[in-house]
Each structure stands twice: as structure tokens, then as C-alpha cells.
């Protein structure tokens, strides 16, 4: 079973950035569409982008332009580079599994956006 870390979180003011990090551990991670999600106080978890085996990526409407997701099949780790940050971007970031069977869920990263 795949473990997954999440990290590079933090608090930041509006407008700035911030570079999530995911490694997960296991050698077949590079067969896997992977993705990020973020699930806000009292909301259900939405996905935010996701990115297939061989680099095809898809963005959340709220996210597009604003956010870049990649990955690095060698160091077993998908980033999440986030742009122009918003306060309705608050939230606790988690990665996982694009599709299919998710692996356990790590505890994820929070991020709070705020003057």
C-alpha cells in the first residue's frame, strides 16, 4: 500500500504563493494519475487538480490559471504550485489517486489564506 505525505503548507496573504509537496512512498508509484484535494471547514473534499501517469493535467474551474500541478516519477512526488492565492483557497490540501481506488489518505497540509 502506498503511504502519501503531504507538506509545504502554511499561512500567506493574499496574492501570494505557496509550493505543496506530496512524496509517496513505493517503487510503481509512476503507473498512477495522481491528484490534489482540499477540503474547507464544514465542506465536503473537492478535487482540485490532477495529473495522469504520463503528464496530462486538469484543473478545478476555481483553479485554473492560478494553480500548477506536476510531478517526479524518480523522487516518487507530485507538487502543487499555487499562484495568486485567495482566501476561499483555505483549506487542508491532500493528494491521492486520481481515479480508481484510493490509497489511506495522509494527514494532509494546511493552507490559510489571510491579511
Known amino acids: 500500500q502506498v503511504q502519501l505525505v503531504e507538506s509545504g503548507g502554511g499561512l500567506v496573504q493574499p496574492g501570494g504563493s505557496l509550493r505543496l509537496s506530496c512524496k509517496a512512498s513505493?517503487?510503481?508509484?509512476?503507473?498512477?494519475?495522481m491528484g490534489w484535494y482540499r477540503q474547507a471547514p464544514g465542506k465536503q473534499r473537492d478535487m482540485v487538480a490532477t495529473?495522469?501517469?504520463?503528464?496530462?493535467?486538469n484543473y478545478a474551474d476555481s483553479v485554473k490559471g492560478r494553480f500548477t500541478i506536476s510531478r517526479d516519477n524518480v523522487k516518487s512526488t507530485v507538487y502543487l504550485q499555487m499562484n495568486s492565492l485567495k482566501p476561499e483557497d483555505t483549506a487542508v490540501y491532500y493528494c491521492n489517486r486520481a481515479r480508481g481506488s484510493y490509497f489511506n489518505w495522509g494527514q494532509g497540509t494546511q493552507v490559510t489564506v489571510s491579511s
Open positions: 495529473i495522469t501517469s504520463d503528464g496530462i493535467t
Open positions: 513505493g517503487s510503481t508509484f509512476w503507473i498512477y494519475g
